[in-house]
């Protein structure tokens, strides 16, 4: 089970009793002998002030993951994006050291001891996580409900990272059994103490990451504790905790744009929630006036998510563009890239020699060169096959993820591939050469779908999508509209102009976003999750006795106001848009935009 930005699958939970410290006596150099430390938003400037974030995510974020998410930004940027390792359990990262080298690895050597802030460790010691040259900037997050294994656990980690994020918005069970994530939102005296222990001892600033309450009000006043106890930058999930799995819906951004204005400029925001694709991206900041944007379950299904496409005429071999002019980054070449970050970084070791990539316009010479090659390591002399046991198990994370890793990038390949859905399924952690053949399938796969493209000029996709169940409902509706506003003698305008509750009804389903956000299976793509009334409507989410008396009473009052409304209202006029600030002057949110990520 993959968890998305905020909460853990299978740790086991810290202890909800306040446990005595821990900590060593090879603790951090007092305030006096340290360098001064930056707060808000002087930090956040000393770290390049980036737009863009990859999230905390479970056994998701680990190094080779963020490696591959900052090899698609521009060289001459690189501190445009910032990244969070996957979320730390405190109190089992200072008691385990297993645990420790099995999820951080910045050294080459174990952390036994918490390293030095004012002294760092030689170049040739320098390994992965948060290495200078390699992975910053870099917030590294754990989850704690005891100030004391808090700071102790930060302490072996701070040298390393630029800043410590503390999570308070995992909403998973386990969570609830631990009292910790979002769990702790009823305890704001224990979250003052959590972050002001950082913030007063702890040589690195401290964050924080939330998720909203019941009300703006609430919510705001829940920002202010964190913010006053010392975070120097407030993470804000637009969800609630009960937002999770089927009913996960839409991240409501009005709340976020509330935050910014009542807290003011000088507080650094990053807004999380409905990002799916670089386009949501820049709607976000502008609508919510967050400082930047954290996307999690986008960048698990592309990696590119925070990248500008290449100019037109500039794709390459790893970009493609349809015949409509809307494309992706090819399955293939991300493929690779992963592969060849875990080559270099990971087991240090040369990625094998492969051909280029194909294109359609390549000289059918160049193709022959390709299979001669191959017809010569098939003919050559059997290769031995590897046993399979106990003793090729391995803790790296950076392995253990490629599997779960590769399931979310090639989704819609595996979907119509499933010899490529087998083979992968039967990789195993550590074994690189069958991620190799995957990623050989995946090559074949694509090239087959390139061709069939071109030679169709474009008509196997057009098929495709007129075969896609949620876009045929989307059709569907469209047609009712427009039968039926021809039968009131109304033109319908397709852009969205539609008269009645059809458009309103399209507007608040997921089909909008599926026809936006949908490319052909070899590009990668994101993930658009149906929206909690549809899968209620398909049967994959049934509501509790309580829940649905909630709603049935929700339903009742809507229609009161509805009721309300059409009296006072003029007859013709369509819903406005929802504005941010209710009956206040605010920005207007478009509802595209409200995806869920």
């Not at 050597?109 to 004012?118: D, I, Q």
């Not at 591939?417 to 090559?443: S, T």
């Not at 039926?484 to 008269?499: F, L, S, T, Y």
Request: overall charge neutral; some cysteine.
């Amino acid at each position: 089970m993959t968890i998305s930005n905020d909460g853990p699958a299978s740790m086991a939970a810290p202890s909800s009793e306040p446990q005595p410290s821990t900590t060593t006596s090879n603790s951090a150099p007092s305030a006096s002998s340290a360098p001064k430390k930056l707060h808000g938003r002087a930090f956040y400037e000393s770290i390049g002030s980036p737009k863009f974030v990859l999230a905390p995510m479970v056994d998701q974020s680990e190094f080779a993951w963020r490696m591959l998410t900052r090899s698609f930004m521009p060289p001459s940027s690189p501190k445009d994006l910032l990244a969070y390792t996957p979320m730390l359990h405190a109190r089992m990262f200072t008691e385990t050291p297993k645990f420790r080298d099995a999820h951080f690895q910045p050294l080459r050597t174990s952390l036994t001891s918490h390293p030095s802030p004012t002294s760092l460790a030689p170049p040739t010691d320098l390994y992965l996580d948060g290495n200078p040259s390699l992975d910053r900037p870099l917030f590294a997050q754990f989850c704690a409900n005891n100030p004391d294994e808090l700071l102790n656990a930060a302490k072996y980690i701070a040298p390393f990272v630029d800043a410590v994020d503390l999570n308070l918005g995992c909403p998973q069970g386990i969570a609830r059994k631990g009292k910790y994530g979002a769990f702790l939102q009823e305890y704001q005296d224990l979250i003052f103490s959590l972050i002001s222990k950082l913030h007063l001892e702890l040589s690195v600033p401290v964050t924080a990451k939330i998720r909203i309450l019941d009300t703006k009000e609430k919510t705001l006043e829940y920002a202010r504790n964190v913010l006053s106890a010392g975070a120097s930058i407030l993470t804000v999930h637009g969800r609630t905790r009960e937002m999770k799995g089927h009913k996960t819906g839409l991240a409501d951004w009005s709340v976020l744009r509330y935050l910014r204005e009542q807290l003011g400029r000088e507080v650094v925001i990053f807004a999380n929630g409905n990002i799916l694709r670089k386009e949501d991206i820049s709607r976000c900041l502008e609508v919510t006036g967050a400082d930047a944007v954290m996307s999690a379950e986008g960048n698990l299904y592309d990696p590119a998510i925070f990248a500008e496409p290449p100019a037109v005429g500039g794709e390459g071999r790893e970009y493609w563009r349809g015949r409509d002019g809307k494309g992706g980054w090819r399955m293939d070449a991300v493929f690779r890239r992963y592969m060849d970050i875990s080559y270099k970084y990971v087991l240090e070791t040369p990625a094998p020699v492969r051909n280029p990539l194909f294109l359609p316009s390549d000289p059918e010479i160049l193709e022959k060169e390709k299979a001669e090659v191959v017809e010569e390591e098939e003919e050559g002399p059997p290769k031995k096959k590897r046993k399979r046991g106990g003793n090729e198990k391995t803790s790296n994370p950076n392995l253990l993820s490629m599997q779960p890793h590769l399931f979310h990038l090639l989704r819609p390949l595996v979907s119509k591939h499933h010899n490529v859905r087998d083979a992968l399924a039967r990789c195993r952690a550590g074994d690189i050469q069958a991620f190799e053949n995957v990623l050989q399938l995946v090559e074949a796969a694509v090239k087959g779908g390139l061709k069939e493209y071109e030679e169709t000029e474009g008509r196997s996709w057009e098929e495709e999508c007129a075969r896609d169940e949620r876009l045929k409902a989307l059709k569907e509706k469209e047609d009712q509209a427009s039968v039926k506003a021809d039968v009131n003698g109304e033109g319908v305008n397709r852009k969205g102009d539609e008269k009645g509750g059809e458009k309103a009804e399209m507007d608040e389903s997921s089909i909008e976003t599926v026809r936006a956000c949908k490319r052909p299976w070899w590009i990668v793509q994101p993930y658009v999750r149906p929206l909690p009334k549809e899968a209620l409507a398909k049967g994959s989410l049934t509501l509790s006795k309580k829940e649905r008396a909630a709603l049935e009473a929700a339903a009742v009052t809507a229609t009161k106001e509805e009721t309300k409304d059409e009296k006072v209202r003029p007859r013709g006029h369509g819903q406005a848009l929802e504005k941010v600030n209710g009956e206040k002057e605010g920005v207007e949110v478009p509802k595209e935009a409200l995806v869920c990520c």
